[in-house]
């Protein structure tokens, strides 16, 4: 019986059981169509990475003789659609049987649920074989828990899969090291170089603008710098456990005018794209602490990032579709402000988080949490719009991960499902963990004055106005505490300096 295999953008695992074995009568589908590429308004690296890496993953299975249709975004059969391109391929191949790998985005799962009885074959799907949990872990271990908590999930797969672990036990005594990994950089040890490969994709670039494909930011089509292989990717992971992880644990929270990369690894995307399984990293770094190549401050905070927060957020994400997105704990409903695609503002944290963001398509943990999501979350943005942004801006989003950092960690918009405070602070934490403000326009000491920074307007702006929904937060006893103590006209100052901002908010 002839099969029809398919092939997302997401599910580029070499290592997949399917491909195991030769099959004359198996033949997999790829493509690139305009609906992958419009749900939201993408950053052109972002296509050019999907499309570029799904070509390399064709070529490969071609190399080990396996059959595959490839539909490109500019092949005049191409519908552009994923159940019409399926229908034509089952029709043209006489296909008996049709298999996909479970999706990992909701939206994408229901597509292939709703119109699978129209293909008029026998229907299978299988797992992708990439996470280490299955999809409904995380409800499962807290169904009987108020409050959902990613520190005991993570201990739950620390001892399940026996990473940094002796005799049931944390190595070195504790689970967590996060307290150790909260650094300012100035300017020791040097950075290193950016040891991503490079590519020209002019071609593909061309074929993306001859289709009218609509996208955003900076297209560096002969000066890629993304993996598009898992050798690339490989490569790429050696490097950063090598050069990198040493200095990762101190400065990974740390934000430099100069220099956007500083330790960061720049593995989201192949993880995220599954050219790397999590298990190697993770291995990969554990292996590095016994050698003594890394200390175990910066292999464990690495390592809950991948085996404890990844995972997690996933299990967070299926334990809440369909209807995460419409939470909106705040009732926030201001528009994006056009700076955000543009970079042009006079708050320099902002300007440069947002410019790099659109030069590379990628942003640290911090600077999507605590200086663009913090803006965001104390100026009132609404967070669906602030979800679409992130999804369509950075080259390792897709909405699984994307969507409850969004909404839940970074805008509470969950109303602290996730996290156990909104994620919001001063212009104090942006100078203690970067040097922006040393530049800045604006004071950063200043609350009320003509240059005064706006997050701290803003930031007391936040709390006054929602402390119907804050005020018995118990992480939140000491600002709660200062905002009952505050002289009431430094408060109304403090108020009508912020509400300055948000009325102007497109010129700030």
């Known amino acids: 019986m002839k099969k029809l295999r398919l092939i997302l953008g997401d599910q580029l695992n070499i290592n997949h059981s399917w491909f195991e074995n030769l099959d004359d009568e198996c033949i997999y589908l790829m493509m690139e169509i305009k609906d992958e590429t419009n749900y939201v308004l993408h950053h052109i690296q972002k296509i050019v990475a999907i499309f570029s890496a799904m070509r390399s993953f064709s070529k490969q299975l071609k190399e080990k003789e396996h059959n595959i249709i490839y539909i490109k975004i500019d092949d005049k059969a191409n519908e552009h659609s994923f159940e019409k391109n399926i229908i034509n391929v089952l029709k043209d191949y006489d296909i008996d049987i049709f298999e996909y790998q479970q999706p990992d985005e909701y939206r994408l799962d229901l597509l292939f649920k709703n119109f699978q009885s129209s293909l008029g074959v026998e229907v299978k799907h299988v797992c992708s074989e990439h996470f280490l949990s299955p999809r409904d872990l995380v409800k499962e271990l807290f169904k009987d828990k108020k409050q959902w908590r990613m520190e005991e999930f993570y201990r739950y797969m620390r001892k399940k899969y026996s990473i940094l672990i002796d005799d049931d036990k944390p190595i070195g005594g504790k689970w967590n090291y996060d307290a150790d990994n909260r650094k300012r950089w100035n300017g020791e040890p040097k950075a290193t170089i950016d040891f991503r490969p490079t590519h020209d994709h002019r071609e593909l670039f061309r074929a993306i603008c001859n ?3 609509n996208y955003f930011g900076e297209a560096q089509a002969t ?9 690339e990717s490989l490569d790429l992971l050696e490097k950063f456990i090598e050069i990198d992880l040493c200095n990762f644990g101190n400065f990974q929270d740390a934000m430099d005018d100069e220099n956007w ?11 995220n794209t599954k ?11 554990e292996d590095a602490f016994h050698e003594n190549k890394a200390p175990l401050a910066a292999v464990e905070g690495f390592i809950r990032q991948i085996l404890g927060w990844r995972e997690y957020i996933r299990g967070v994400y299926w334990s809440q579709m369909p209807g995460y997105e419409d939470n909106n704990f705040f009732n926030h ?15 320099r944290c902002l300007s440069k988080s947002i410019t790099q963001s659109l030069e590379n398509s990628y942003a640290h943990h911090i600077q999507r949490l605590m200086i663009i999501g913090n803006f965001s979350l104390l100026a009132g943005i609404d967070p669906k719009n602030i979800h679409h942004w992130y999804l369509g801006i950075y080259i390792d989003a897709f909405e699984w991960v994307e969507l409850p950092n969004t909404l839940g960690m970074s805008q509470y918009a969950d109303g602290g499902l996730l996290a156990t405070k909104p994620y919001v602070s001063s212009a104090a934490y942006i100078n203690k963990m970067s040097n922006y403000c040393s530049k800045c326009n604006y004071n950063y000491k200043e609350k009320i004055g003509p240059d005064a920074c706006p997050f701290n307007s803003l930031y007391w702006n936040f709390f006054d106005r929602h402390q119907d929904k804050l005020s018995k937060n118990p992480r939140l006893g000491i600002v709660n505490s200062q905002l009952k103590k505050m002289d009431e006209n430094q408060k109304k100052a403090i108020n009508k300096k912020a509400n300055e901002y948000l009325d102007n908010i497109d010129v700030i």
Do not use: C, Q
């Open 211 to 213: 289709e009218k494909i």
């Open 261 to 271: 990369r500083l330790f960061h690894s720049f593995l989201s995307f192949s993880l």
């Open 223 to 231: 000066n890629f710098r993304w993996p598009i292989n898992r050798n």
């Open 333 to 347: 409903n201001k528009n994006i402000p056009d700076w955000y695609w543009t970079g042009k503002t006079k708050m």
């Open 275 to 285: 050219m790397l399984t999590p298990l190697e990293v993770i291995n990969k770094a």
